[in-house]
């Protein structure tokens, strides 16, 4: 079944366009990822898709439902929710306010302290560090909690933008690990642009690679993971 629908997507930051007309369809339950060079699009698509920036062109139907025209608020308000890129915890509260900063939706505040104990069992190295500041812990642990934060919304889906950006490769694979057990445990739908293409390959199950602002190549993740096709799409000979 298919939760997210995008349909020719153009989005311009000024006169110059970002998105050339890109169309992705997301299966419920499943790990979807964006991959592609520096200034590709990954991240203009994810803000189109969560509302923060307008689509001049296209349609986006989530469950069901359009909602291209709608705010980022009532996009996040529906399920949609994005992690977005370089983070952005509030690094003067503590893990535990950031958290429940998260917990927006209104169903979200309705179980909110079950849905606590549920993320924080995922990320046990928040549990620890739940009454320190969040701008005092690492960048991989930062990138954890934003994660976090963003489950604390109780999603339909999530987003997340390029979520290994300057993490440790330990990091990096913890975090991935992570994802692809909440996806395996909960079915939740996660949609993830990322630059470091083989590590997002490897807990994918599609993926789209996105080139100047068009989709060149898409496909079940473990048939792109071969990097002859990689390296055609990235060199652009595809
Ligand atoms: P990155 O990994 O650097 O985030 P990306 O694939 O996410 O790359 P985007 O950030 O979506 O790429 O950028 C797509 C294009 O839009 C690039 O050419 C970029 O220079 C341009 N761009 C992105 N943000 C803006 C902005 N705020 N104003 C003007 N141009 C922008």
Known sequence: MTI????????????????????????????????????????????????????????????????EMLSADQVASRGLVL????????????????????????DARAHEERNLARVLAYFP??????????????GGEQQMLAIARALMAAPDMLMLDEPSLGLSP??????YQILARINDETGLTVLVAEQNASVALSVAHFAYVLELGRVVLLGPAEEMATKEVLQESFLGST
């Open 170 to 175: 330990k990091y990096v694979h913890e975090i």
């Open 83 to 106: 992690a977005p890129e370089g983070r952005q915890v509030f690094p003067e509260m503590s893990v535990r306010d950031n958290l429940r900063l998260g917990a927006f939706r209104k």
């Open 4 to 67: 997210l629908s995008a349909k020719n997507l153009e989005s311009f930051y000024g006169p110059v366009p970002a998105l050339r007309g890109v169309s992705v369809d997301i299966c419920k339950g499943t790990v979807t990822a964006v991959i592609g060079a520096n200034g590709a699009g990954k991240s203009t698509l994810l803000n189109t898709l969560s509302g923060l920036l307008e689509a001049r062109f296209g349609h986006i139907e989530f469950l069901g439902e359009r909602i």
């Open 125 to 138: 190295r928040l549990e620890q560090r739940f009454e320190q500041r969040a701008g005092m812990m690492s």
